[in-house]
């Protein structure tokens, strides 16, 4: 550690901020990610063995992931090196790689930690590739958002995805009673000490630095739960992303959609925004909304979801937030319909149910001579060529018979689908008869 404060500039005893001198110098000493770290974990496993590979660590903020970087690094003896996407550019990387190439020339390896990884683009991201197949470098890359949304598919088929988890009302107590037990006990009533803990909203690194501003106070008396939002000039999260009112106001927000009351929608997606979920979040869920409630009574429900999504993409916050609105208001005020989505379940619960039934022999293909005089494909009927452009022939297999999976509704789009379906029914029973 030293190194790193002379390499700053600072004295090994300049002042230093509460959760950096709090920070693990061992990975026994990281709380909340024992999924992820303990002897049978993943890591665990990892180190234990001395193979450490490349990952991705996705989580929130202040959960320990650059301190888990670190410690990876000395556990497994690689020189560990540090960039932030935000900061890097195409001539700083390679600089790194050529580096960690010296290096593993020397037998040393290189663990290089990429803060926010999903900045980078999709270029950049590729440079990591060769370097990680020769072993130059062994990549632990850190992010907030979901990988598989960010990450490049080639840096995902090489690297661990490991989800970290927030830190819950148990590790955040251990952490103030490190930061107490290094300095003094905090100035709290039981009940203002339990609101700062909800303050914090599962963020390690933010608690540190509220208990850093009350350690410097010199209060007569403890303080209660509304001196300390004053003291801090801060209030209480309207709700907990990470337990149960994360769970609660999406849904909320998916029934009223589902209930057709956009204003009631409206109300929950703001609760939402306003109590900091990731817009993101609500984004996907509302392309969900679209599929699962509209389905094809009105088909450019997904469209309007998946464009609010790609609109908040391109804008970001505040203004993209209004895009996920629209999508709301639209899918909210939509003709409903569940049909393909309760056609799709009962055709999965008819699949394994069945097995293995092979298709009817006229629709296999043909390809050799053999399969022809086996009876593959044999009186298949070309639709295009057929009356109406309807042959009427089944294709279930013929030890199943036919089974009707999806009933549209007399709502939207699906008034048309299903007049559709019932004229071919009748033509289908027509054509059996000729």
Same mark, same amino acid.
């Given at each position: 550690?030293?190194?790193?404060?002379?390499?700053?500039?600072?004295?090994?005893?300049?002042?230093?901020?509460?959760?950096?001198?709090?920070?693990?110098?061992?990975?026994?000493?990281?709380?909340?990610?024992?999924?992820?770290?303990?002897?049978?974990?993943?890591?665990?496993?990892?180190?234990?063995?001395?193979?450490?590979?490349?990952?991705?660590?996705?989580?929130?903020?202040?959960?320990?992931?650059?301190?888990?970087?670190?410690?990876?690094?000395?556990?497994?003896?690689?020189?560990?090196?540090?960039?932030?996407?935000?900061?890097?550019?195409?001539?700083?990387?390679?600089?790194?790689?050529?580096?960690?190439?010296?290096?593993?020339?020397?037998?040393?390896?290189?663990?290089?930690?990429?803060?926010?990884?999903?900045?980078?683009?999709?270029?950049?991201?590729?440079?990591?590739?060769?370097?990680?197949?020769?072993?130059?470098?062994?990549?632990?890359?850190?992010?907030?958002?979901?990988?598989?949304?960010?990450?490049?598919?080639?840096?995902?088929?090489?690297?661990?995805?490991?989800?970290?988890?927030?830190?819950?009302?148990?590790?955040?107590?251990?952490?103030?009673?490190?930061?107490?037990?290094?300095?003094?006990?905090?100035?709290?009533?039981?009940?203002?000490?339990?609101?700062?803990?909800?303050?914090?909203?599962?963020?390690?690194?933010?608690?540190?630095?509220?208990?850093?501003?009350?350690?410097?106070?010199?209060?007569?008396?403890?303080?209660?739960?509304?001196?300390?939002?004053?003291?801090?000039?801060?209030?209480?999260?309207?709700?907990?992303?990470?337990?149960?009112?994360?769970?609660?106001?999406?849904?909320?927000?998916?029934?009223?959609?589902?209930?057709?009351?956009?204003?009631?929608?409206?109300?929950?997606?703001?609760?939402?925004?306003?109590?900091?979920?990731?817009?993101?979040?609500?984004?996907?869920?509302?392309?969900?909304?679209?599929?699962?409630?509209?389905?094809?009574?009105?088909?450019?429900?997904?469209?309007?979801?998946?464009?609010?999504?790609?609109?908040?993409?391109?804008?970001?916050?505040?203004?993209?937030?209004?895009?996920?609105?629209?999508?709301?208001?639209?899918?909210?005020?939509?003709?409903?319909?569940?049909?393909?989505?309760?056609?799709?379940?009962?055709?999965?619960?008819?699949?394994?149910?069945?097995?293995?039934?092979?298709?009817?022999?006229?629709?296999?293909?043909?390809?050799?001579?053999?399969?022809?005089?086996?009876?593959?494909?044999? $009186?298949?009927?070309? $639709?295009?060529?057929?009356?109406?452009?309807?042959?009427?022939?089944?294709?279930?297999?013929?030890?199943?018979?036919?089974?009707?999976?999806?009933?549209?509704?007399?709502?939207?789009?699906?008034?048309?689908?299903?007049?559709?379906?019932?004229?071919?029914?009748?033509?289908?029973?027509?054509?059996?008869?000729?």
């Amino acid at each position: 550690m030293s190194d790193l404060f002379g390499a700053a500039g600072l004295e090994k005893d300049a002042p230093r901020p509460l959760a950096d001198r709090l920070r693990p110098t061992v990975l026994s000493e990281v709380i909340g990610q024992d999924h992820l770290l303990a002897d049978e974990a993943p890591l665990g496993r990892m180190v234990a063995a001395r193979r450490l590979g490349s990952a991705i660590l996705w989580g929130p903020p202040g959960v320990g992931k650059t301190t888990i970087a670190r410690l990876l690094a000395d556990a497994s003896d690689l020189h560990f090196e540090q960039v932030s996407a935000i900061f890097t550019g195409v001539a700083d990387l390679r600089k790194v790689f050529d580096a960690a190439k010296g290096r593993r020339a020397t037998g040393q390896g290189t663990l290089l930690f990429v803060d926010e990884i999903h900045r980078f683009n999709r270029a950049q991201q590729d440079s990591f590739l060769p370097h990680m197949e020769d072993g130059s470098i062994i990549l632990i890359g850190a992010t907030t958002e979901n990988p598989s949304f960010e990450l490049n598919a080639a840096i995902l088929s090489r690297a661990q995805v490991l989800v970290l988890r927030r830190l819950d009302e148990t590790a955040l107590e251990t952490l103030l009673t490190r930061a107490e037990q290094a300095h003094r006990p905090l100035p709290l009533t039981p009940e203002a000490r339990e609101t700062l803990i909800a303050m914090a909203d599962g963020d390690g690194r933010f608690l540190l630095n509220l208990a850093e501003e009350l350690l410097v106070l010199r209060e007569a008396d403890p303080l209660d739960a509304q001196a300390l939002t004053a003291a801090l000039a801060r209030r209480a999260p309207i709700y907990d992303k990470g337990r149960e009112g994360h769970y609660n106001l999406i849904s909320a927000l998916h029934k009223s959609v589902r209930g057709s009351d956009p204003d009631a929608a409206l109300y929950w997606l703001a609760r939402m925004l306003k109590g900091g979920e990731d817009p993101l979040y609500i984004a996907r869920r509302v392309v969900r909304m679209a599929i699962e409630d509209v389905g094809l009574a009105d088909p450019q429900a997904m469209t309007q979801a998946l464009a609010a999504k790609e609109t908040y993409d391109f804008l970001g916050s505040p203004e993209g937030e209004l895009a996920i609105a629209q999508a709301v208001v639209y899918i909210a005020t939509a003709p409903k319909s569940n049909a393909a989505y309760a056609a799709y379940k009962a055709a999965m619960r008819a699949a394994g149910e069945t097995g293995s039934l092979d298709p009817p022999m006229h629709i296999l293909n043909a390809p050799t001579t053999m399969m022809k005089n086996m009876g593959y494909g044999k $009186d298949y009927a070309y $639709d295009h060529d057929a009356p109406d452009g309807f042959s009427g022939r089944d294709y279930f297999p013929e030890a199943m018979g036919r089974t009707r999976f999806y009933d549209p509704v007399e709502r939207g789009f699906e008034r048309d689908l299903r007049k559709r379906l019932d004229y071919w029914s009748e033509l289908r029973k027509k054509r059996r008869k000729e």
